[in-house]
Antibody, heavy 121, light 107 residues
Framework: ELQLVQSGAEVKKPGEALKISCKGS????????IGWVRQMPGKGLEWMGV????????RYSPSLQGQVTISADKSISTAYLEWSSLKASDTAMYFC??????????????WGQGTLVTVSS | DIQMTQSPSTLSASVGDRVTITCRAS??????LAWYQQKPGKAPKLLIY???NLESGVPSRFSGSGSGTEFSLTISSLQPDDFATYYC?????????FGQGTKVEIK
């Protein structure tokens, strides 16, 4: 079964660092773009960026560039989203998703279950 | 960035109703438009891609139409499982952007 499995919920303090993960299985992970989408409490979906694990080509949302780092380890079919210094405003659910370009859909077809990040002092 | 504007923000309807959600792009996105359904605490689910292509496994009561800057999602006969929030999304150019969402509630 094609799936993306994300790491578990995190509770952090402001200023702490964090790296969450998204592991793919059942498909050729390195040949698909993997994206990250933020959903703040009670709000809509916000595209954060995408990475192509095969060559680590990355595109960031201009509004978030510099705030987070997207990376991937193709040897273990895993993408990451990382913060060096969390803020309370980073509290949100974070989803990873696969961009299916190969079959023509062009957009996110498979999603992870989400990782809830709570930042509170 | 391309702005996506959905309407209405909330829609109250009954089982069996035909409902339509509209989505407007701030510039032409050709056919690079998708629709997602999201239920509370769950990941979004792809319903339609490239304006009108139904994702595998999605019931045929869902349909999409439009071109350029004006798009719509129609549910021909609302079912209990359809009460959820729906988002349009453009993927013509980065950064991809979503509409603000339409919550379909039970009337």
């Amino acid at each position: 079964e094609l799936q993306l499995v994300q790491s578990g919920a995190e509770v952090k303090k402001p200023g702490e660092a964090l790296k969450i993960s998204c592991k793919g299985s059942g498909h050729s992970f390195i040949n698909y773009w993997i994206g990250w989408v933020r959903q703040m409490p009670g709000k809509g979906l916000e595209w954060m960026g995408v990475i192509y694990p095969n060559n680590s080509d990355i595109r960031y949302s201009p509004s978030l560039q510099g705030q987070v780092t997207i990376s991937a380890d193709k040897s273990i079919s895993t993408a990451y989203l990382e913060w060096s210094s969390l803020k309370a405003s980073d509290t949100a659910m974070y989803f990873c998703a696969r961009r299916d370009w190969n079959s023509g859909r062009g957009t996110f077809d498979i999603w992870g279950q989400g990782t809830l990040v709570t930042v509170s002092s | 960035d391309i702005q996506m504007t959905q309407s209405p923000s909330t829609l109250s309807a009954s089982v069996g109703d035909r409902v339509t959600i509209t989505c407007r792009a701030s510039q032409s996105i050709s056919s690079w438009l998708a629709w997602y359904q999201q239920k509370p605490g769950k990941a979004p689910k792809l319903l339609i891609y490239k304006v009108s292509n139904l994702e595998s496994g999605v019931p045929s009561r869902f349909s999409g139409s439009g071109s350029g800057t004006e798009f719509s999602l129609t549910i021909s006969s609302l079912q209990p499982d359809d009460f959820a929030t729906y988002y349009c999304q453009q993927y013509k150019s980065y950064p991809w952007t979503f509409g603000q969402g339409t919550k379909v509630e039970i009337k």
